[in-house]
């Protein structure tokens, strides 16, 4: 159905001169697709209203196809509900037209319970989720850009999600007690593990467990991220920490859009719109090229060196006959990075002559990921998706150290003595994979099936020159001389040359039917793998009940396994081999809604945790499944949806999560373990030009274990060095982390062009994270990360 818009007020006698000056000259249009949920068919008949900031409201029915179409409007912000007797009514608060553009939404409606008379859900949420955990939270694409502290990384965006927390050092985030590789991060839901750049820890024996720096996806790019720190179905396996997943946006299919992004770290290109080879195809492409060190050095970090990324992603749709779909989705993200002797020099900013950071590193490597997506949908309800993919990762990797106390401060970098490489490491992770899923209505409700099937090949090399002295250790790592102060990496502990081919497989079946008030879904999966030649079951159960048109309870309960890391199977030297990890979940959450605005959830959850798998030596690399915990706490969130120009949110976690390495061991605080966390943010649109968003977050240090500072380690006549002996286990907590992120937003049309001024402040207050330390072996002080406010400000235009 086509609706044209009509002014406000009509005049009777305008000169033919004036009616076309009077006409937008840059109309906008509004093309809605409206299907069922479950089984993705459209929906005729379909009420939709349309209204702008000045509460001017246009209204039309979806025809056969479930498509309305409203043509000729204004430029600007406005108001998108969509209702159907028997569906969840759908309000998209804040949707921008632009100039001589048709925008596109495709919504899906969910059938509504029977309960419920009437229950608005907005394209940003925040708790309320149906069948799974109460906090399920999404972002759309519009949220996600304009995230205050994002800095154009989409993981960055996430801040305020119930149960996540990142902190300002990494583009990662833990949930509930788990460490960020815990986490399952889906791309149009297909696994992607490197979607951070700088997470691996291979070539330096750090095993720097916090993630990753900067992650592949800019926010424009994604469509929306959907979060479960819980209770996700039995679809989903391999990690157990949390689920995410990404759907990159689908580009526009009937007008073209151009962009251009410009800030002090690179530039960004991007096209929306028509293939213009096939009438049904849509092309999303966006091609970014990123050098850190340019934005480091503008705000005095000259020591942390020169992080350079690109990347390249292209998303094509094709629309078949009946309803089917085609999608190809294409990422190429390589990363470089070098720390080189200049960087070193100007590590000495407290004291000159005493460097904190003297290593010296080049790495670089490759990441693609190649998925194909055919959807389609048979009889009736049903519906069959078939995955294809290819993944690649390949690492080269060397990492040394300089030595400029011992020559004169002003000593030519190229004179300095340094030993480089010290360790290299090699990786080659390859992957070819099909995933299938079907669902069908039967006789007691809706059925959902598939089977996941990979091949994957890896390859993980590592050599060390030599013994190299190390001066952070554990009171129990390995020394020859028990009253040595440090520890000697050597060729026989840290060598290794793993290679592999394995299968990796899973089958799980999930049933939804109804009992009365109450929903269930019950469902069974299967995970096995040849790298461990192990295999587990895991049962999994959710119910939800609509106590009234106001107030919802949803349970969840189920056992998720995740399989080992893999460079802790290469380097493990343990006899022992290493299997499925065992967490086993239970969550009871309460979502009710205040008024037409105001919203709130509570959720308490427990896991108990089983064949944990657990460092014994870092010197030695021995691993084993020997460790076992809990965790368990609260979750709670309170919500103003976006009306009147602005929206805000308020979340809160207190986690208790607790461990021990092995059988009668004592339990100590985990790593990622703080016990209280909080996050208050906004929105405001001022006007159509004006955005204004910020979020300000604090939470718990996280623990660490109290240590004793050795000094003159190596004796009289050697280099002075001290070292940092850990003799407790997590028994102390670092000072509280906070930050406060501001995000300014101002648009305007200069004739078809968009021009978008942004700048967008990470940490405005300077704070520092007391969390991430700073050992310095050359003059035995501890520092944290120091709090610098960082300013990204930009240019994107669009046309």
Known sequence: MTLRAQPAIHRRFWPLTALLLCQPLWAADLHLTIRDQTNQRPLSSTEVRVSDRQNQTWQGLTDESGIARFEGLDAGLYEVTVSRAGYVTARLPSVRLIEDKITPLDLSLASANKQVEELVVIGNSIGGGWLSSTGASRKDREALRSAAGSGSDVLRALDGMPGLFSSGAYSSFTVRGSGPRDNLILVDGVPFARVVHFSDSFGDLSDAQDGGRYSVFAPNTVGSADFQPGGWSAAYGGRAGSLLQLEVARGNPQTPAYTARLDIAGVELGYDGPSYLHANTSVLFSARQLNFGRLFEAVGLDDVGEPEVTHVILKTHTALTGGNSLEFLAIYAPERYSRDMDNVLA????????YDNVGLVEQASDNTLLVATYQQLLGQ?????????????????????????QVATDTPAQLIPRRQPIISAHQDDSEIGWRLDFSDNNALGRLSA????????LTLQRAIDGPWNRYEYQASSFRP???QRYVVLTPAAVNTDYRARALQYAAYIDQEFTLGAWDWRAGLR??????TSDGELSPRLAVSWQVSDRAGVSATVGRYVQMPRLDDLAGNTSDATLGYESIDQISLGVHYQLNQ????????YYQQRRELVVQRDAVTQTYSNSGAGTSWGIDAALTRQFAYGWSASATYSYNQTQQ??????????????RPHALSVGGVWEINARWKLSGRWKWASGLPYGNYIVHANVLGDGQPVRYSRETIGQNNLRYDDYGSLNIRLDYRRPLGATQVIAFIDIINLLGEENPSNINFNERSGTIKPEEGSLLPLLGLRFEW
């Open 381 to 405: 309800n049903a519906s069959l998706q078939h995955k294809l993919y290819y993944r690649h990762y390949g690492e080269d990797t060397q990492t040394g150290e300089a030595y400029p106390e």
């Open 660 to 673: 021990r390495d092995a059988a009668g061991l004592p339990e100590y605080d985990a790593d990622y373990h």
């Open 450 to 457: 598939g089977t996941r099937l990979s091949q994957s090949d």
């Open 597 to 604: 605005r105001w919203e709130m959830f509570i959720e308490p």
């Open 347 to 354: 590590s000495d900013n407290d004291t000159p002559g005493v």
């Open 481 to 483: 001389n028990p009253e």
């Open 526 to 531: 299967y995970e096995g793998d040849k790298f």
